[in-house]
């Protein structure tokens, strides 16, 4: 964290003061972005009591972490370590893709499937890489009350939480200027939407709809080059990280061991990229537990499925 927030200021300071040439300026934004991301995965690391059990702790930093999506950790603790991991793949999992019948029923989820949705081949699926994280945290804050996450006092405090990373980009936007703004975060909040969705998206994505809470089933793990597996503190075991959520992910790799050791059969990884392609390449309804289907083209996808 003092390295990202170092990084961040510095690039900060140095874009809106002109000290740049200004073809620098597009790079200083990806790192920022890239350092925006960073504290994500940590955030979502510390969440979980991976780094620090003390509660405290965890609510004072994660909302720092979280800052740049301005995503109240009460918030993400309810919907995310909460609702999520208890759910994932469920028929009401907070993060999962429609069924065919919550697609028919509702002309929003339309919406998002057939214009948001990475998939189907259509490259306006991008949209959801660049904004997908943002427009998800902006939905679960909105509709937190009628799912059942958070109490009504619960609830205020998130918008509050949330209300004050606002009013902080609101004060770097004054001090800055407009077009420095541009470049100090909302071009690096898109590079950060990207990093994160890259890695969130192909957690469940791929998987079949589940009847029971199984990891193995329900999740994919996704392996990255070295640089890029210490850069998001292992975010790619996700398998793993659901089997064992508040273990510190240093400790992945000799779970994913256990699990080819113990049952290769259903233990199931690709790389991060093939798994990105697979996404753009299918669908993002599910017509049967095991079954992706674009309404658009009536085109049928298999899932990922564990060998018995």
Known sequence: MPAYLAIIAVATIAIAGGWVPWFTVPLLSLVIGGSFAGMTFVAHELLHGGIVRDKRWQYAIGWLAFLPFVLSPRLWLAWHNGAHHARANLHDDPDGYPTLEQYRARRSTRFSADMFALGGRRWR??????????????????????????????????????????????????????????????????????????????????SPRVALNDPLASGLSVSTPPIVEWLTLGFGFHVEHHLFPAMS?????????????????????????????????????YKQHTTLFDPRTAREYPTLVPRA
């Open 125 to 206: 699926g991008v949209s959801s890489l660049v904004l997908g994280f943002t427009v998800q945290s902006a939905d679960q804050l909105l509709t937190a009350r009628r799912r059942g996450f958070l109490t009504r006092q619960q609830h205020r405090r998130a918008i509050a939480e949330t209300a004050v990373g606002l009013a902080t980009w609101g004060v770097v936007a004054v001090l800055v200027g407009f077009v420095s703004f541009l470049f100090v975060f909302v071009l690096p909040l898109l590079v950060a939407n990207a990093c994160v969705m890259a890695f969130i998206l192909t957690n469940h994505s791929l």
């Open 249 to 285: 992910t240093r400790h992945a790799p000799e779970v994913r061991a256990q699990l080819v050791a113990r049952w290769p059969e259903r233990y199931q990884s690709m790389p991060l990229t093939a798994a990105l392609s697979r996404l753009h390449r299918t669908a993002r309804v």
